[in-house]
């Protein structure tokens, strides 16, 4: 079982359409959490940090799931422009960091 | 305002010729990461510096170096290339490593690398 683990897709949604990701992560010792976004051939750019008690920035909203080990990432009212790759990142203690492959999105119109 | 900087973007080198790719960054961050990424794959964690303190990764090949002469730049030296080693090769720093906060990483435009 990999450590981090998510759809690959791709999610192929009108603009418009809410779309959700789920993540599942393997250590139950994991500390922290983000979602990050890769356009194609781009470096990684973080979207946002998973708390505990789920947050929200705009259209996004993350959620985390101690118990079941999983984070979420919700976009609402999708844009043209939120096309790309979501990569899930979950960090132990210290700096072992574990990417998941991603999951690809395409927003059309 | 770039914050991480990677060069060079591109990088051809021949199967079994040392290159050594660079990072620097103006955030003052304490910590430095090098990923490789493959094509469709994850950024794969190669090492990272806490400062002065150097982190290897286990599963990362001897063929792979870093070095940090300050806090500012950090280097990734290929000693001798193979044709799969060609890749994004990612550089990323934090303020900090550890679980308590500012330890988002942000990262650098990437050097693609093609070995011939």
């Known amino acids: 079982r990999k450590e981090v683990e998510q759809d690959p897709g791709p999610f192929n949604v009108p603009e418009g359409a809410t779309v959700a990701f789920n993540c599942t992560y393997s250590?139950?010792?994991?500390?922290?959490f983000f979602w990050y976004r890769q356009d194609c051939r781009k470096e990684p750019k973080l979207l946002m940090s998973?708390?505990?008690s789920g947050n929200e920035d705009g259209r996004f909203t993350a959620q985390l799931n101690r118990a079941s080990q999983y984070i979420s990432l919700l976009i609402r009212d999708s844009k043209l422009s939120d096309s790309a790759t979501y990569l899930c990142?979950?960090?132990?203690?210290?700096?072992?960091?574990?990417f998941g492959a991603g999951t690809r999105l395409f927003v059309k119109a | 305002d770039a914050m991480v900087i990677q060069n060079p973007r591109y990088q051809v080198t021949q199967f079994g010729k040392p290159v050594t790719l660079s990072c620097s960054q103006t955030?003052?961050?304490?910590?430095m990461y090098w990923y490789q990424q493959k094509s469709s794959q994850a950024p794969k964690l190669l090492f990272h510096?806490?400062?002065?303190?150097?982190?290897n990764e286990a599963d990362t090949p001897d063929n792979f170096q870093s070095r940090r002469p300050n806090t500012s730049f950090c280097f990734l030296d290929i000693r001798s290339p193979g044709l799969g080693d060609a890749a994004m090769y990612l550089c990323?720093?934090?303020?900090?490593?550890?679980?308590?906060?500012?330890?988002?990483?942000?990262f650098g435009p990437g050097t693609r690398l093609t070995v011939l």
């Open positions: 250590n139950s010792a994991s500390q922290s």
């Open positions: 998973v708390y505990s």
């Open positions: 990142v979950v960090k132990g203690g210290g700096f072992k960091t574990i």
């Open positions: 510096y806490y400062d002065k303190d150097f982190n």
């Open positions: 990323a720093t934090s303020r900090e490593a550890g679980t308590s906060g500012n330890n988002e990483q942000f």
């Open positions: 955030l003052n961050h304490n910590v």
